[in-house]
């Protein structure tokens, strides 16, 4: 895209109608090798590329959350070749970004099972983390080892301990008090992402933030992911403050 339009396309983006909170399924780095006859593991090196340029492209554009889905708690399944390098990409990413992060005001947290990572890994997480700590702009959150199904469980698990020990009445329990205990709890008013992107023309959500899209826009795009960029979720924000949420209301005009 040359300068011109790349400035059409800002200029289009109604700034107060941001997504505050963007939830992305990372998807299409294999296939993207493989359409290059490379190996899969150099999509993952090529996307790990992108989430650093969409990152700043998010933040720039005032996001105030940025998930991103990075490793399932399906993923496992792979050849561990695979498992291993995807483990391995926290370590390069955040080894090489953090001071970007950090020169953009940008604050790293995760949700998912960290400490079933190998030791590298979680360390590599953790300094991110703490590196980033007072940062005050945009979340960039990755989901890591993350699945719903699981992470439900987990709160339903939390919930009935609460019950049991008689710190909360069955009768109490509503949305608020669940999704308290769900791994997205710590974005508070913005842990339900408004805008859901996966890429490379799937169009499923394979365990991805369940309970949290129930009102979501979602966007499903044909891009792999190592292809995806800065325009293009400028493109996908435009759409969709193209589209009229309704929550179950009528419009309001
Ligand atoms: C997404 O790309 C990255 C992860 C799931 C870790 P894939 O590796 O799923 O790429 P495809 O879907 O096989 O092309
Ligand atoms: C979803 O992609 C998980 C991540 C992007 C991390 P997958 O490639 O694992 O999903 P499926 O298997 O195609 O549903
Ligand atoms: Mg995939």
């Given at each position: 895209m040359d300068r011109e339009n790349k400035q059409q396309l800002v200029t289009k983006i109604d700034k107060d109608n941001v997504p505050n909170h963007v939830a992305i399924i990372m998807d299409g780095n294999g296939r993207w090798a493989q359409k290059r006859h490379l190996p899969r593991i150099a999509g993952h090196k090529e996307g790990m590329q992108t989430v650093k340029r969409v990152t700043i492209a998010a933040s720039d554009l005032g996001v105030k959350v940025l998930t991103l889905y990075a490793f399932s708690t399906e993923n496992w399944k792979r050849p561990d070749k695979e498992v291993s390098f995807l483990m391995k990409l926290p370590v390069t990413f955040f080894g090489d970004f953090v001071p970007d992060l950090i020169k953009n005001n940008v604050k790293v947290q995760v949700m998912g099972l960290i400490d079933q990572l190998p030791k590298a890994t979680q360390k590599a997480v953790a300094d991110a983390v703490a590196q980033t700590a007072?940062?005050?702009?945009?979340i960039l959150n990755f989901a890591l080892n993350y699945g719903s199904r699981m992470e439900i469980i987990d709160a339903v698990k939390q919930v009935a301990s609460m019950v049991k020990q008689d710190?909360?009445?069955?009768?109490?329990?509503d949305e608020t008090v669940f999704s308290d205990?769900?791994?997205?709890?710590?974005?508070?008013?913005?842990?339900?992402?408004d805008l859901l992107i996966r890429t490379s023309g799937e169009e499923r959500i394979?365990?991805?933030l369940l309970w949290q899209i129930a009102y979501s826009e979602l966007a499903f795009v044909d891009t792999y992911w190592p292809d995806f960029s800065g325009e293009t979720l400028q493109a996908e924000i435009i759409e969709y403050q193209g589209r009229h949420r309704r929550f179950g209301g009528l419009e309001t005009e």
């Open positions: 007072n940062c005050t702009g945009m710190e909360l009445a069955i009768g109490d329990i205990k769900l791994m997205s709890a710590p974005l508070g008013e913005y842990a339900d992402p394979s365990n991805f």
